[in-house]
């Protein structure tokens, strides 16, 4: 008769739940949500609440229609996560439809049609950015600078102003690039907004560096070497000025380290980062600069399921090669 008293638990405890895990991701996005206050002025900050209520909302109803959840004990945090998630990829002079129909659109085609919260196959503020971006372009181009006399300015959230193209970042200097000061998305360009968060997350376990590092680290041995073969030169100062005013940071921290559509295996998760940082840079110059940068995110949420099927398959192919018959 066995005498081991150990028993298998049928759920296993822990203090990393959801809601732990999202208040502590919308915790990381408290710097590049204040920069964003700070830089571009009270219209930033209406824009930013505004998706995030409307998020709320547009999921509550349709929770409540579909009668997906009887109690409510439960507060979903993923919702303000998510918009504000969104509106940090906004350019500032962004209008209140466009956004409106960017929240709807992440929160009641990518996310509630695919089970709520933690059941979406992609990320549901990816979309929601990307829908708009190549639906409505001219409405996602309202690039400006956070000057003084327009930080009470509001017309813009009201009224469509005329497209501004992408500014040139060439002539920008180390500081100006690492603090944000140029014009560009409500929250992706401050370096040091965007490592604070980063470095929070991975503190409070809250988001797996496997897709984030492959990815920069694709970008930083790819980018050179792309820039060698088109131009016959090693231009490494572009390479800083496109890490630094991009968004390949943001996207690294905030959309590769999501713990919902991300893989969950090392090396799956490796693998997506790798494959993601190839497509931006393969489309980079074929394509619109969020259109190279979300486009992959996504294309490697659609796949991360299956990379960590086959992750799962091989490891438990090593595991019985190892085993040996003793009888």
């Known amino acids: 008769m066995s005498t081991d008293n150990r028993q298998l638990a049928p759920f296993i405890h822990t203090e990393k739940n959801a809601p732990y895990i999202y208040m502590t991701f919308l915790a990381s996005l408290v710097p590049c949500f204040v920069y ?20 709320v909302l547009s999921d509550g109803f349709c929770v409540r229609v579909t009668h ?49 919260a933690g059941c979406n196959i992609i990320n549901p503020a990816c979309a929601g950015r990307l ?17 003084t006399n327009s930080r009470f300015s509001l017309m813009s959230l009201i009224f469509q102003g005329e497209p501004v193209p992408t500014p040139d970042y060439s002539q920008l200097t180390i500081s100006e690039l690492l603090t944000g ?88 998760g490796v693998f997506a980062g790798v494959v993601c940082g190839v497509l931006t840079l393969v489309t980079k110059p074929f394509l619109s600069p969020m259109v190279s940068l979300l486009s992959p995110v996504l294309a ?3 796949l991360s399921f299956v990379l960590d099927f086959f992750s799962k398959t091989m490891s438990r192919r090593k595991i019985r090669s190892r085993e040996v018959d003793v009888s």
């Open 131 to 147: 829908f708009i971006e190549l639906v409505m372009p001219s409405s996602a181009m309202g690039f400006s600078y956070g000057e």
């Open 68 to 116: 997906r959840r009887s109690r409510g004990d439960y507060f979903d945090f993923s919702s303000l996560v998510e918009g504000l998630l969104l509106s940090l990829m906004l350019p500032p002079d962004t209008t209140l439809l466009t956004a409106l129909i960017a929240v709807l659109f992440a929160s009641v085609i990518t996310k509630q049609m695919f089970g709520g």
């Open 300 to 302: 490697v949420n659609f």
């Open 181 to 268: 000061n140029f014009p560009g998305l409500i929250g992706t360009a401050c370096f040091i907004c965007i490592i604070a968060g980063g470095v929070f997350l991975t503190l409070k376990g809250s988001m797996r560096l496997y897709s984030p590092l492959s990815y920069i680290l694709t970008i930083l041995v790819l980018h050179p070497v792309m820039t060698f073969v088109t131009t016959g030169t090693f231009a490494f100062d572009e390479l800083v000025v496109y890490l630094l005013s991009s968004g390949v940071l943001f996207v690294a921290v905030f959309l590769l380290g999501d713990l919902t559509t991300m893989p969950s295996r090392f090396a799956s």
């Open 36 to 55: 964003g206050i700070f830089y571009y002025g009270l219209r930033a900050l209406i824009l930013m609440l505004f998706c995030m209520g409307v998020f």
